[in-house]
């Protein structure tokens, strides 16, 4: 049974802050690819969920890098749902894993 994929309050803001500059930057086509690859990412949690690497070894988060966009998705596996927890560029500094986010 697919897993339920949803997405934290972090992770949606994250999203409107990439596309906002995106939208300030790039041309629209970025927009739409990266709105493409996050759905792309969604619909394969649902099914493989451990399909990301481990964050930090021994950590429960998890990280998938988006297919087509130099996005990293950070996300969690409870119980039967997915948590999409963060998104970021690939160049972007990253913060500890430790500091992350928690499910609310």
Known sequence: M??????H?????????QVL???RNRDARW?????EAVYEATRALARFPTMGAPVALGD????LILRGVPFIVWYAIA?????LLRLFHARQE???PRRRAKRR
């Open 2 to 7: 697919p897993s339920q994929v949803r997405r």
């Open 9 to 17: 309050p972090d992770f949606l803001a994250d999203l409107e802050a």
């Open 21 to 23: 500059w995106l939208d």
């Open 31 to 35: 927009i739409l690819r990266l709105r």
């Open 60 to 63: 429960p988060l998890r990280k």
């Open 79 to 83: 119980g039967d749902d997915v948590w």
């Open 94 to 96: 990253l913060p500890h």
